[in-house]
């Protein structure tokens, strides 16, 4: 397979990339990532004219529907959620390629019928053979799905035909599990054909780091520890956990959030410059980071969690995680997390990453601040700095997506005092076209092959290593500390910063 990748191919990099002939066997329809991803990305890439004219969605799911009344839930939910305008012309071509087949993962009459819909789709809409299964559903599913994929020749593929499987986090909950999991995909499907979904990786304020990285000349002579004073990466939602119990609880914010979307970021934020932009490139140098990632000794004071009680979002009160609905009063699922990494390099070396994310916080958002060193020397009296702090480069992944620089800078007077500004960068501002939704990059680049966005097993597998001690740890400690909906989480993250001289930024 030959990895082209729009980042680095200046021929490619203007002309749009089309898949060719294929469609895509959705499990777990009925799901809320479905409704609200992964049927209105196929949609947007529809409109935007980069999926072939005989696409076809095959959706599978233990319901007594007709292909109808699949066409329906798929247009309700691309009504709802899409990003780009409802065109009929669009949604007609697209929906007359949605069939429907009923069944339970373990029957193999539907998957029999599963694969004679393949196969006619291919006869009547030239979808070529090529087919990515896409398991939207519990970890605990795959290998029954995998397995009867197998078994009912599925997962075969003549001549040049592609088959892929696709499967979104958590890939696993621990490195044991995780372990497991693989060894089921990859009994049925070889390395390359398997796509695990990280969105955080989809996203076009993500990919910026590696473009802001290494194609400029400013940031990277300073972006090591003889100027950087440490890091902090935060995903806060304001959201609870909605209808997400059954899935949320057990599982926790560490397991959610850090083991996979924080833990790619601070890889990309870490790593050293790959030489190329195709996947094994970018493997190669995250996983050396994910390698040397480590945790500091005294895990008590260097992580927190906690979990949050009533209180305000969106100026409306809100109950807290014990009075969601479908969660045991006796839960002690945290749904804030925040960790101390150490990446064990040169470049590195001494240069704390504090990771946090949380559920009910102040408000959402996701950013990555680069916090330097103080200047070695101010030739001011202390009076006219008393304003001035660290300077920071903060990347706004979202919303408001951008970069900003803080820096200080004279007050404007008779006086020399000199106080913190902010210099920024809005996407807005500067492009004119709105970015695709994360979905939409990811299930264009499955179709197309193209794998340098989805993480590869091994790097799952480090990124448990580092997070099993934590949640061990956790276990042992009962309930997490509470903390007021609406806040920045339990006085346990302020204290885990505060012993090391530092303070979290109000994003
Ligand atoms: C998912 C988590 O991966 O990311 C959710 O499972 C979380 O708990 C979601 O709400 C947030 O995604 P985004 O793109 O809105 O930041």
């Known amino acids: ?110 998957f029999e019928q599963l694969r004679r819909t393949v196969e006619e789709l291919d006869q009547l809409r030239g ?49 044991e599990s995780a372990r497991e999991l693989n060894d089921v995909l990859a009994d049925v499907f070889p390395s390359g054909s398997i796509f695990r979904i990280d969105h955080y990786l989809g996203k076009e304020t993500v990919q ?23 890091v902090q990466i935060t995903m806060a939602e304001d959201i609870g956990i909605g209808g997400r119990a059954g899935y949320y609880d057990g599982i926790g914010a560490a397991r959610d959030v850090i083991q996979n979307h924080l833990l790619q970021l601070m890889a990309l934020v870490a790593m050293e410059e790959p030489i190329a932009f195709d996947a094994e490139s970018l493997r190669i140098e995250k996983l050396k980071v994910l390698a040397s990632a480590q945790l500091p000794p005294r895990l008590d004071t260097t992580t927190a969690r906690g ?36 990446v064990e390099t040169r470049r590195w070396a001494g240069v704390p990453f504090y990771l946090r994310t949380g559920k009910r916080l102040g408000r959402r958002v996701t950013e990555v601040a680069v916090v330097f060193k103080k200047a070695p020397h101010l030739p001011f009296s202390q009076t006219a700095t008393e304003d001035l702090t660290q300077n920071a480069l903060v990347i706004r992944v979202q919303p408001d997506e951008g970069m900003t620089m803080r820096f200080g800078s004279k007050v404007p007077g008779t006086a020399m005092e000199i106080r913190d500004v902010n210099m920024d960068f809005a996407y807005g501002g500067s492009f004119t076209e709105a970015s695709a939704e994360a979905y939409e990059r990811l299930i264009l680049d499955v179709l197309l092959g193209d794998p340098p966005l989805f993480p590869r097993h091994e790097e799952v597998e480090l990124s448990w290593r580092l997070l ?40």
């Open 1 to 110: 397979m030959t990895h082209v990748n729009p980042l680095r191919d200046p021929q490619d990099r203007r002309l749009p990339r089309i898949a060719g002939p294929c469609g895509m066997v959705l499990f777990g329809v009925t799901g809320d990532l479905s409704r609200k991803k992964v049927m209105p990305a196929i949609y947007d890439l529809a409109n935007r004219g980069l999926l072939p004219p005989g696409f076809s969605l095959v959706g599978f799911a233990r319901r007594d529907w007709a292909d109808q009344d699949f066409a329906q839930i798929v247009h309700d939910a691309v009504k709802e959620h899409a990003r780009t305008p409802f065109r009929e012309e669009v949604w007609n071509q697209l929906s007359e390629g949605f069939r429907f087949v009923p069944g339970n993962f373990d029957d193999d009459d539907a």
């Open 208 to 230: 910026n780091i590696l473009a802001m990285r290494f194609a400029n000349n400013m940031f990277e002579p300073i972006w090591n520890a003889n100027y950087v004073d440490h």
């Open 468 to 507: 099993d001690p934590v949640i061990d740890h956790w276990a042992k400690k009962g309930r997490p500390d509470a903390y007021d909906s609406g806040t920045w989480g339990p006085p346990s993250a302020d204290k885990m910063l505060a012993r090391d001289g530092r303070t979290w930024r109000r994003p």
């Open 307 to 342: 979990q949050y009680a009533p209180g305000w979002a969106g100026g409306e009160k809100v109950t807290g995680f014990l009075d969601e609905e479908g969660i045991e009063k006796t839960s002690t699922t945290e749904t804030f997390a925040a960790i101390t990494v150490h």
């Open 127 to 175: 979808t070529g053979g090529n087919m990515a299964f896409y398991l939207a559903i519990p970890p605990s599913f795959f290998g029954t799905v995998v397995g009867q994929l197998k078994k009912h020749g599925l997962a075969d593929r003549a001549g040049d035909q592609w088959r892929r499987v696709v499967v979104e986090k958590p890939f696993g909950h621990d490195l």
